[in-house]
Structure formats: C-alpha cells, structure tokens
C-alpha cells in the first residue's frame, strides 16, 4: 500500500481540494471532500501488474472508529460497509473510483 508522506501534492480551486494521499513506485491515492459531504478516492496502478492499494482513513481525516459506507462510482455498485482503511485490488494501467459516505446510526 501506499506508505508515502501524505498530502505531497495537492490540487485546488476555489471551493475544493483534492490531496495525494500516498504514492509508493507505481501506485497513487488522491482523494477530497465533494460539496454533498462524501469523500471521493481514485487509486491509480500505472503498473504492469495488478496491485493492492491501501487508502488510510487518517489520510481522509475520517476517524478510524466511523463507519463508511463505500460505493464504486465507475461499477454503480456497493462495496459495504467499511471501518478505518479501504484496500482495493487495482488491476494493471487502471483506475479505481470510490465515494465514501458516513454511515450514521
């Protein structure tokens, strides 16, 4: 997974930001805050092989005891719901994108 300094980069304009979350070789996270209060994620593998890719919930400033809700934006399906961090298989030269929203009980 990504291990790298988080926020390295980061890309704004006048409403949102969207940060590196973590880069190691061939692997990125970007992600930020969309104006309805979900997170966006895109994991990126520019690699010749398919990878796991790990995106930290501190990265996201989400609590590691919150709940998630994940939905695949690309597949229009759910991934669950999940606590902490979020690891995806991303298949070789692909792109994974992910909205995560709070699950409030």
Same mark, same amino acid.
């Given at each position: ?36 209060? +979900? ?6 593998? +520019? ?23 994940? /939905? ?23 792109? +994974? ?6 699950? +409030? /009980?």
């Amino acid at each position: 997974p990504p291990t790298a300094p988080y926020g390295l980069d980061s890309w704004s304009d006048d409403h949102e930001m969207c940060l590196s979350l973590g880069l190691e070789g061939d692997l990125q996270v970007w992600g930020g805050p969309l104006d309805d209060g +979900r997170v966006a994620l895109t994991l990126f593998n +520019r690699g010749n092989a398919s990878a796991s890719i790990t995106a930290f919930a501190s990265a996201l400033s989400l609590s590691p005891a919150s709940e998630h809700s994940a /939905h695949d934006a690309w597949q229009n399906k759910s991934l669950g719901v999940l606590k902490a961090n979020l690891t995806l298989e991303v298949g070789a030269h692909a792109v +994974r994108a992910i909205t995560l929203k709070s699950v +409030r /009980h």
